[in-house]
C-alpha cells in the first residue's frame, strides 16, 4: 500500500450526519501560541480608540492581536492614550515610544442604529497619514471591523493583502465518535460546526469564492464526494462512482473539482463538473495518482503517484497527457500545494523517518524543510501566499501549526479537548 501522508491514511471512512448548518460549538475555539516571529519587525502603535469604551476595546484588541500574530510586527504601548483618526497626533510622542507607525480611531454611531468604525494610519517619522478608512458595522460584528482594519494596516506596510478577515476549516475530533467539521475566523475565534459525524471526516476544500466546501461522505458505506453550500446547507453529490471517490480540490473559477476515482480500476485523477457531470480522466498509468492540486492559472494539476516506485509529485496538464515528475529529492513526497502566485509548492516529506512539511521553490526546484515535527499533514496556504497551514501531533493529540514560507514566523493552534485535523485555509473574503 503507497503510504501517501498520514492523511491517506484516514481514507476509511466516513458517515456523515449533515447537522443544523453552523451551529457554535461548545468550548471549542482554537487558541494560538506565537512560537516564532520575523526579523525586523515593523513598530506599530495602536492607540486606544474613542467613542464607546466597550466597542472601542472590542475593536483594538483584536487589531492588536492580529498584527502581534502575524509576526511581522512589534506592538508599542501606547500607555492608555486615546487617539481618534479626527485628532492631530503628537508624533514627537509616538516616536519617543518607538513607534513608526500609528494607528488611530473611534467607534460612533450611524443614522440607522448600527456603528461606524472610522481609523487613520499614520507613519510617525514623516509625521503623514498613510491612509484610512470607515465602514458601518453592528456589536455582533465588532470582531469582523478589527479584522479589516487590521488588514488595511497589514497592507498598507507590508505591501500584501492581509488575511486576518478570511477564514479556516478544520476538523476536531471531540470524542472516540463524534469528528466535527469547523468554521472559524484566522485567528481561530468565533468557529461554528458546519457539519458532524460518528466517524472521520476528510478532505475539506474550499471553493474560490469561499461559498461552499467540497469533502468526502461515507455515509453510504462508501466514500461519495460532496459539495455542501455553507450559506444555505444544502449539497450535491459530485463523484458517486463505482468504486472510491476521493480528495476533492477545486478549479481556480469554480467550476470543476479535481477527484481521484477507482472506477476504471486503481486510484486515476478526473476533473468533474461541480454539479457530478462531465467526468474526464487525467491520468493513465498503471499506479496510485491521488492528492490532485490545480496550478494558480487551471493550467495544470499537481498530483502524487507512485508510478516510480516510491510516492513522488508530478503534475499534468488539464486536457492530460503525460505527466512530468516535479520532485526528486528524497524517497518519499506527497501531498503538493502550489502557493497562490504560483513561484512555490508546499509538500510534505519524509526526512529520517519522520513527515514534514517542506517547500519547493518551483522556478529553481530548491527545496526547504520548514518545520522539525514528526508527523506533519494537509498543507493549506493562506490566500496572500505567506503562510501555510498544517494538521501535525504534539503530546499524541491533533494540532494545527502554521510556518511563514520562509520558516521564521510559526503558530500554533490547538482544542483543549480533542484532536485537530484536516486543515483548509479560506479565500479572501469577496
Do not use: C
Not at 526579523?39 to 483594538?60: E, H, M
Not at 488611530?104 to 509625521?127: C, H, M, P, T, W
Amino acid at each position: 500500500m503507497l503510504g501517501i501522508g498520514l492523511k491517506l491514511h484516514r481514507l476509511f471512512l466516513l458517515a456523515v450526519s449533515v447537522m443544523a448548518l453552523l451551529q457554535t460549538p461548545a468550548d471549542a475555539q482554537l487558541t494560538i501560541e506565537i512560537t516564532g516571529a520575523g526579523a525586523n519587525r515593523i513598530p506599530v502603535a495602536i492607540a486606544d480608540f474613542g467613542g464607546d469604551p466597550g466597542s472601542a476595546r472590542t475593536v483594538t484588541s483584536v487589531i492588536r492581536a492580529d498584527l502581534e500574530r502575524s509576526g511581522l510586527f512589534k506592538m508599542i504601548d501606547p500607555g492608555g492614550q486615546v487617539v481618534t483618526e479626527a485628532s492631530s497626533p503628537v508624533f514627537a510622542d509616538w516616536k519617543n515610544r518607538g513607534a513608526d507607525a500609528l494607528a488611530a480611531g473611534s467607534i460612533g454611531a450611524s443614522g440607522d442604529g448600527r456603528q461606524e468604525a472610522r481609523f487613520r494610519l499614520y507613519d510617525v517619522n514623516k509625521q503623514s497619514a498613510l491612509g484610512g478608512s470607515a465602514f458601518v458595522t453592528s456589536n455582533a460584528m465588532l470582531r469582523a471591523a478589527g479584522h479589516r482594519i487590521a488588514d488595511m494596516i497589514y497592507e498598507k506596510l507590508t505591501g500584501e493583502p492581509g488575511i486576518f478577515s478570511t477564514r479556516v476549516a478544520y476538523v476536531v475530533r471531540a470524542s472516540a465518535s463524534r469528528y466535527e467539521l469547523h468554521i472559524a475566523d484566522a485567528d481561530g475565534q468565533n468557529a461554528q460546526v458546519a457539519l458532524i459525524s460518528k466517524e472521520p471526516i476528510i478532505s475539506p476544500s474550499w471553493s474560490p469564492d469561499g461559498g461552499r466546501l467540497a469533502y468526502v461522505s461515507f455515509e453510504n458505506k462508501k466514500p461519495v464526494v460532496y459539495v455542501h453550500s455553507l450559506a444555505s446547507g444544502k449539497r450535491v453529490v459530485v463523484a458517486n462512482f463505482k468504486g472510491s471517490n476521493s480528495a476533492p480540490a477545486w478549479s481556480p473559477d469554480g467550476r470543476k473539482l479535481a477527484v481521484v476515482l477507482s472506477k476504471d480500476g486503481g486510484s486515476q485523477i478526473f476533473t468533474v463538473n461541480t454539479d457530478g457531470s462531465g467526468a474526464q480522466r487525467l491520468t493513465t498509468a498503471s499506479a496510485i495518482n491521488t492528492e490532485p492540486n490545480f496550478s494558480p492559472d487551471g493550467q495544470f494539476v499537481y498530483f502524487t503517484s507512485d508510478r516510480g516506485g516510491s510516492p513522488q509529485i508530478y503534475r499534468i496538464g488539464v486536457g492530460g497527457g503525460d505527466a512530468q515528475r516535479v520532485s526528486f529529492e528524497g524517497s518519499y513526497n506527497v501531498t503538493p500545494r502550489v502557493s497562490p502566485d504560483g513561484k512555490s509548492m508546499a509538500f510534505i516529506s519524509r526526512r529520517d523517518g519522520s513527515f514534514r512539511l517542506s517547500v519547493m521553490d518551483l522556478a529553481s526546484r530548491q527545496v526547504q524543510v520548514l518545520t522539525d515535527s514528526h508527523k506533519d499533514e494537509s498543507p493549506t496556504f493562506s490566500p496572500n501566499g505567506r503562510m501555510i497551514l498544517i494538521a501535525t501531533e504534539m503530546g499524541g493529540r491533533g494540532v494545527l501549526s502554521a510556518v511563514s514560507i520562509d520558516g521564521r514566523i510559526k503558530q500554533r493552534l490547538s482544542i483543549a479537548a480533542g484532536d485537530v485535523r484536516e486543515p483548509a485555509w479560506g479565500p479572501f473574503n469577496r
